[in-house]
């Protein structure tokens, strides 16, 4: 993809899951990646494979909810790289909760969900300004549809869906291109477990579910890199006249 080698990424939550993999891809592609995640262990670890593994990242210790923390993982980016091209918006909280939430699980799905994607924009925008950058927003199609018991998830990526038009509005004089991305499920390690404890399923079973396989037109669920590609697509050149956009990455599951 046109651009992005030799460029600078934050990723947040890319310890794990859909984030790791967009952290690995945009590795193979030559970017230099922050890797800004709670995660204390999966962290360090994510970024001690990557560098040896040829590639080069290193991890901040964030939450993304505490905005000292968020500046200070971009400005030791800027230190260690000089530079900040791309925003992956990533790290998330899953409290599934129904009308029964406390306020503070609300505060802090919100506060994860909602407004740690909007304090990290916030802290990069002044440096990619300086050379044009683009961000890549992590919204769900929970945020487009209703699900039993998931209003303060779906509540916050719907938040994510109309806050990505509205940055993308801001920052467009500034060369910065916003969007987002809505995958459907998405089988990675955090997935197979709920699966596997909780509604004790297989991949295979999950697949072959009316409700989880079968509701996307695919008939199947997502491997992480299936999303991470779209993403890095975004970020690229190649997607130079797209901003504002949420792209549905779901096999189907909305368009039905
Ligand atoms: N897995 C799916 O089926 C699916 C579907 C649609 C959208 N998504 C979205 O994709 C993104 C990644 O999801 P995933 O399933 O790969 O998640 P995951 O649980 O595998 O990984 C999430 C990562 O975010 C980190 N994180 C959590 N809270 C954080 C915080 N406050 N500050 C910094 N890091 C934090 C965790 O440590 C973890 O490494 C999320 O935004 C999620 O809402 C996932």
């Known amino acids: 993809m046109r651009g992005l080698e030799g460029k600078v990424a934050i990723v947040t939550g890319g310890a794990q899951g859909i984030g790791r993999a967009v952290v690995d891809r945009l590795v193979t592609e030559g970017v230099t990646v922050t890797i800004a995640d709670m995660h204390p262990e999966f962290g360090p670890a994510a970024a001690a494979e990557v560098n040896s593994g040829g590639g080069r990242a290193w991890h901040a210790q964030v939450d993304v909810s505490v905005e000292e923390q968020v500046a200070a993982a971009v400005e030791e980016t800027m230190l260690r790289f000089g530079r900040i091209d791309y925003l992956v918006n990533c790290a998330a909280v899953f409290i599934m909760r129904g009308v029964e939430a406390t306020v503070e699980e609300w505060r802090r799905s919100n506060d994860v969900n909602i407004m740690g994607q909007a304090l990290c924009v916030k802290h990069v925008a002044k440096h990619m300004a300086v050379q044009g950058g683009a961000i890549v927003n992590i919204a769900s199609i929970s945020g487009h549809i209703a699900q039993p018991e998931y209003v303060l998830y779906n509540s916050a990526k719907a938040a994510v869906a109309n806050m990505t038009r509205c940055l993308a509005m801001d920052l467009a004089d500034q060369g910065i291109r916003v ?57 690229s050149d190649d997607a130079s006249f797209i901003t504002g956009e949420n792209l549905m990455i779901d096999g189907g599951y909305t368009a039905m």
Do not use: C, Y
């Open 179 to 235: 969007n987002a991305v809505n995958p459907g499920t998405v089988w990675n390690a955090n997935n197979e477990r709920f699966h596997r404890e909780v509604l004790k399923m297989s991949r295979e079973q999950a697949e072959a579910d009316p409700e989880i396989g079968g509701r996307h037109m695919l008939k199947r669920v997502a491997d992480p890199e299936e999303i991470a590609g779209p993403i890095a697509f975004l970020l």
